[in-house]
């Protein structure tokens, strides 16, 4: 038997087939599209992701023509990405408005000018942000007139798991889980149910709302999905951040580890009660399983290898993203050039939506090799004021990290971010561990796997980077960074 997880990211979709033993088989990859109608403006075309979902699965069986055999579904995805679709027709009002987007920047300080920001903190450990749903949805209902739609249920609002079981389930189910409905700014994170006074400031009306559902629940069956046979049980969902906290393994208290995908995100398990944060981190559910939540403290820098992509196709300085750790490594640091990744604002712990991307000291002998050595230290810069917070904020250290992600394939920048840290590195052999989570909780849903402890036990280490620098040097790059960040 074998569980499917489909890890719908922000710039493709994932499709990993995981057997009993926790062994990822076989995989499928497709990309899609990305619009930037506005500057600091993201968006999706959701029938894009639905097709991307789509492909990835008919690949699959086309390589195993004998069929998929499975005994689940597990769905993880790009969290706080907000659909707005019609019920009836099961067609979107809009493209989906992404993590990324900046455009609800006005609207959020309208509410902390309200003096609204400490009630929304304390109700969803969030802070008044562009990034989460909430404000997101309000947007669409402005700008397509659609209040009145939406308050008598006509209108569906979910995060993309929603809109992927909305449609895995041939309309049948609408509902999310908690991790994904706590990035909403709707959810209560004491509660994990959907807070009215959170609703009426941000004028979202219920009747439009998913229900909550733990990750490891039963979310409907699949019903006339081409390669996909009716009847499959969906059980595993989470938002990619959670769902990689718990492909790593990361069950005990202290426990952290940092996912470096488009962004970087850097989770720390607190354990059954909500650490709210007084650094600007997020306080956040990691997972829920049987109507037992475990909580996490959350970091989120918006860029990191979206930088390298940047270079890539903005800037042209390398063919393929992967070129940009032999680049870095040929010069033997970035020769005084400090780059703040700030290219659609700064998230944790500074939530600056203002801020834009940066590069200080450059010289005239500045190279692209240069270049390239300061953004993979930009990337790493910015995870050292993230562990910094989440040390305050849980009065505890972390001695080591586990690391995933595309990124976290680099060398050059595993081995920078723990000489920064001062932390050891732990890379395991599979970097995609959002698409892994997913299907292990699937698997616990489904009874495939009958305890944390049995997971726990195959987690290993492939590759550890210790720190290889001394307190001085590491005191002049914070000094530096610290410095960039105020002025950028």
């Known amino acids: 038997m074998h569980l499917l997880a489909i890890d719908q990211g922000t710039t493709g979709t994932t499709c990993l087939l995981v057997n009993e033993q926790q062994e990822v088989v076989d995989r499928s990859y497709r990309e899609f599209d990305q619009h930037y109608p506005q500057p600091g403006w993201v968006e999706h075309d959701p029938e894009a992701i639905w097709t991307s979902v789509m492909d990835t699965i008919s690949e699959l069986n086309q390589r195993h023509p004998e069929g998929l055999n499975l005994a689940a579904i597990g769905i993880t995805n790009q969290r706080e990405t907000t659909i707005v679709w019609d019920r009836e027709t099961g067609r979107p009002v809009h493209r989906a408005i992404v993590w990324q987007c900046r455009r609800t920047a006005d609207f959020c300080d309208q509410l902390k000018a309200q003096g609204l920001g400490e009630q929304f903190s304390e109700r969803t450990g969030l802070v008044l942000d562009p990034y989460f749903s909430g404000t997101k949805v309000r947007w669409i209902l402005d700008h397509h007139q659609l209040h009145d739609q939406a308050r008598v249920g006509q209108l569906a609002f979910g995060t993309v798991d929603s809109f992927l079981i909305h449609r895995l389930t041939g309309g049948a189910v609408h509902a999310t ?36 559902r733990s990750c490891d629940a039963f979310f409907g069956h699949t019903q006339q999905i081409p390669g996909l046979p009716d009847g499959v049980p969906i059980h595993g969902v989470l938002g990619d951040q959670q769902a990689a906290l718990f492909g790593q393994a990361c069950f005990r208290q202290g426990d ?15 354990g059954a009660k909500p650490v709210h944060s007084r650094r ?36 042209g300085m390398i063919e393929r993203s992967s070129d940009i750790e032999a680049l870095a490594a040929s010069v033997p640091d970035a020769g005084g050039v400090v780059f703040v990744p700030a ?50 904020d849980a009065d505890a250290s972390v001695a080591r990290l586990r690391v995933d992600g595309g990124a976290a394939a680099n060398d050059l920048l595993m081995q920078t971010q723990s000489d920064l840290l001062a932390v050891t590195i732990d890379r395991p052999p599979m970097l995609e561990a959002t698409g892994l989570g997913a299907a292990l909780v699937a698997g616990l849903g489904v009874g495939v796997f009958d305890s944390l402890d049995a997971l726990s036990d195959h987690w290993r280490s492939e590759k550890s980077f210790s720190p290889a620098r001394n307190e001085d040097w590491r005191a002049k790059q914070r000094a530096q960074w610290a410095s960039a960040t105020e002025r950028c």
């Open 256 to 270: 952290a580890k940092c996912t470096y995908g488009t962004g970087a995100f850097l989770l720390a398990n607190v």
């Open 280 to 315: 600007g981190l997020l306080a956040t559910p990691a997972w829920q399983l049987k109507g037992e939540t475990t909580y996490a403290l959350e970091g989120a820098t918006f860029i990191a290898g979206a930088a390298v992509q940047w270079l890539r196709d903005g800037l």
């Open 177 to 212: 889980d908690v991790t994904n409905a706590s990035r909403t700014l709707l959810m209560n994170l004491e509660t994990t149910q959907w807070d009215a006074w959170c609703l009426d400031q941000l004028g979202v009306p219920e009747a439009m709302l998913p229900e909550i």
């Open 343 to 392: 290219l659609a604002g700064l998230g944790a712990p500074h939530w600056r939506a203002d801020a834009r991307g940066a590069f200080f000291g450059m010289t005239r002998g500045t190279t692209k090799a240069h270049i390239a050595r300061a953004v993979l230290d930009g990337i790493a810069l910015q995870i050292v004021d993230l562990l910094d917070a989440i040390a305050a």
